[in-house]
């Protein structure tokens, strides 16, 4: 559970599904412009920023708005982020005109994680209970600490509880479910 795979920063929504049920998950973001071409600085959300070049294709869009398919020519690195040219955008002003869209790909496209290993996006939402079966709340969002990941769980009234998403207090995660069953140090919770 030390190394799961992420996306977007907790503040940012990292999934939406459309009427139809298909989940989308935002793994990066347009920044801008680069050269004059319709080159275009990219954000990644990914937890290793290249891995947002896998995909040959990108979906642009917000999450409450059609996402309308994109080619992928090239992705690479370049100083902190990466640059990145699409099919269909071939100037500046075009590549300037699409800063600050979201970059989505469809759920199932993620390859399947290792043994004990979760895609942040995937966690949100579910229920977190504690080894008696009492609901603690659902997980809203994640962050790294930088020795451990932590869930922020919302309970009913708004209260909020952090609990390290690590195995000395996770035991296990029910993807069928969508159950997180934890062991809170006492007073933790």
Known sequence: MNDPKKFLAPSDEPVCCTQSG????????????????????IYSGMSDPVD?????????????RDKVAHEVLWCKPHGK???????DVTDRDRAAAMAGFAI?????????????HYYWADLVGMVVMDRAGRSLGRVAH?????????MTIVDEAGHEVLIP????????????????TVNPLPGMV
């Open 104 to 116: 989505w790909i469809p759920r199932e496209r993620l390859p399947e994680c290792e043994r004990d």
């Open 142 to 150: 994640l962050f790294e600490t930088g020795a451990q990941d932590v």
């Open 22 to 41: 298909d989940r989308w998950l935002k793994v990066g973001q347009i920044a801008g412009p680069f050269g004059v071409q319709g080159a275009m600085k």
């Open 81 to 87: 982020g990466l640059i990145a040219s699409l099919r």
């Open 165 to 180: 998403f690590v195995a000395a207090f996770v035991d296990a995660v029910d993807n069928e479910e969508r159950i997180i």
């Open 52 to 64: 947002l070049g896998q995909w040959d294709t990108w979906w642009l869009g917000g999450a409450d």
